[in-house]
């Protein structure tokens, strides 16, 4: 079983997210989590109590989530797929990573507003929060985001990291699901001059692609000196329906989500992201 953590607050990106990852992993055997964070004046207990049982929810939060439930019970027409609804009140960060630890959480699956949202700065959202703050892999599903499984998955990389086994097992894992077109871009600085370190993990990369995968898959770079713009243009210049990236890869994940002053958001808006923690 591979374990999937939603957290939701009931708006229509949270359920698209979830749309999106029910089908992703629809072959796959899953238990999905459903987890509504809700602050302490929701509740019916003093906020100097630390226990909150499940009676002490308003009744308005007992509807949304019944309801709720009712329609991922729809949704999850499949004898592969489980639900398990949990909801919280307190810390949204500190419940999160609770959750993963307890439950065993394998891949938290989160939805974004699109543009609005990232113009201001990613860092400030719960997204970003989970993305930087949680010891556990992400995808982001933006609102506009279609249904399907995606054809075209683009994982972006500076070559600075050794790829280990965690990492390699991810790409693996969305490799065998998807059965995508897998393309490895790096987006040089240095007009395409790699150092020692960067070529042995390129070749290490390179080797195991071409043992394990069947799939196609290649090795692109551009120079640029903005990591972002170059990123965004391959990304829409090539139809890529993912992007995946290693939250330890801190000059490419950095360039990318926290530099507010590119004005083209078309990619937060449409494009899937996945984030690989080890």
């Excluded at 997204?127 to 703050?133: L, P, Q, R, S």
């Excluded at 097992?169 to 897998?182: G, H, M, V, Y």
Aim: hydrophobic share 40%.
């Amino acid at each position: 079983m591979k374990n999937i953590l939603f957290p939701t607050d009931f708006s229509a990106n949270s359920w698209n997210a979830l749309e999106y990852a029910v089908h992703f992993f629809k072959n796959e055997d899953c238990i999905f989590y459903i987890l509504h964070i809700a602050d302490l004046k929701d509740s019916n207990v003093n906020s100097n109590s630390f226990a909150f049982a499940k009676e002490t929810a308003l009744p308005s939060i007992n509807k949304k989530i019944n309801l709720l439930s009712m329609r991922v019970e729809q949704l999850l027409d499949n004898k592969k797929h489980h639900l398990i609804v949990l909801y919280e009140y307190g810390n949204f960060i500190d419940l999160i990573r609770k959750t993963v630890y307890d439950k065993k959480i394998e891949l938290i699956v989160m939805g974004t507003k699109g543009a609005s949202g990232i113009k201001t700065a990613i860092v400030g959202s719960n997204t970003g929060d989970v993305i930087t703050k949680v010891i556990c892999n992400v995808l982001v599903i933006p609102e506009k985001a279609p249904i399907k499984k995606p054809k075209k998955i683009t994982f972006a990389t500076d070559y600075n990291i050794f790829y280990t086994h965690p990492i390699l097992n991810t790409l693996s894992e969305q490799l065998r699901i998807s059965k995508a077109n897998f393309n490895v871009l790096n987006v040089s600085q240095a007009n395409g001059h790699l150092t020692n370190a960067q070529k042995k993990n390129k070749e290490y990369l390179q080797d195991y692609l071409e043992e394990i995968f069947s799939c196609s898959h290649n090795f692109q770079s551009v120079d640029n000196k903005n990591v972002k713009e170059a990123i965004l243009n391959f990304v829409a210049d090539n139809k890529i329906e993912m992007l995946t990236m290693v939250a330890k890869n801190l000059n490419y994940f950095h360039q990318l989500l926290f530099d507010t002053t590119i004005e083209k958001l078309s990619f937060h808006t449409t494009i899937p992201l996945f984030v690989l923690h080890e």
